[in-house]
């Protein structure tokens, strides 16, 4: 097994590796310009079981996702705990690849829980949803607003063919009309993404069902 300590940045990474089979150490600076391409052959050069270690960072998702397509093992790590596990108060990028690296050989790293790329992508369907449902929110209060202006109420009612046909024969000047138009318009819109959201939420699997509890 090869084993990495991996300093990870947002332009490059420095690590650390220890090949078990073997005790070659190797230490290497690779630069994510060019979308990567630097690291990406490096990691995909690698043959046998392959684990990296880094710290838990919100910059890391299209390393994790390359690392996911390898297969190659990741884990991640809690950074305040590694940042105790050491006495040595300088920090360089060499020094933090070797510390997890030696964390890792020791069976010491913290190694906190994240959630897998099918999962981070589910959360951004569930988040993308939520938003929509809260634009079309507020385009009803709008189109709410402006019946009332016209002395309709109708509350959920005029969500109903009844309230939609009453909202659209209302007697409104030029740009409340335009205005009206317009916001039915992006509410129809978000009607039919918010269905087509809602259908694939429903098809996505429980962490029961994945399971098979």
Not at 54 to 76: D, K, M
Not at 80 to 88: E, F, G, H, L
Not at 134 to 142: D, F, Y
């Amino acid at each position: 097994m090869k084993i990495i300590g991996c300093d990870f940045h947002p332009s490059y990474q420095q690590i650390a590796m220890l090949d078990r089979s073997t005790g070659e150490f190797t230490e290497m600076r690779l630069s994510h310009q060019a979308q990567g391409e630097e690291a990406r052959k490096f990691y995909a050069a690698l043959h046998g079981p392959v684990r990296v270690g880094l710290e838990a960072s919100g910059q890391s998702q299209w390393f994790e996702r390359l690392l996911a397509e390898l297969g190659h093992e990741l884990w991640i790590g809690d950074a305040a705990k590694i940042r105790a596990s050491t006495d040595r108060k300088q920090k360089t990028d060499r020094r933090d690849a070797e510390l997890l690296l030696q964390l890792l050989v020791e069976d010491r790293f913290p190694r906190i829980w994240v959630p897998t790329v099918g999962e981070r992508d589910a959360r951004q369907l569930l988040l993308h949803r939520a938003k929509l449902v809260r634009v079309r929110t507020q385009i009803k209060n709008q189109l709410q607003a402006l019946a009332l202006n016209q002395g309709v109420q109708r509350k959920w009612k005029l969500w109903t063919a009844a309230g939609r046909k009453q909202l659209e024969s209302l007697p409104l000047l030029p740009w409340a009309s335009r205005r009206r138009e317009e916001l039915l318009k992006l509410l129809d819109e978000l009607d039919v993404s918010i269905t087509e959201l809602d259908g694939r939420c429903a098809r996505r699997p429980t962490r029961d069902q994945r399971y098979g509890d």
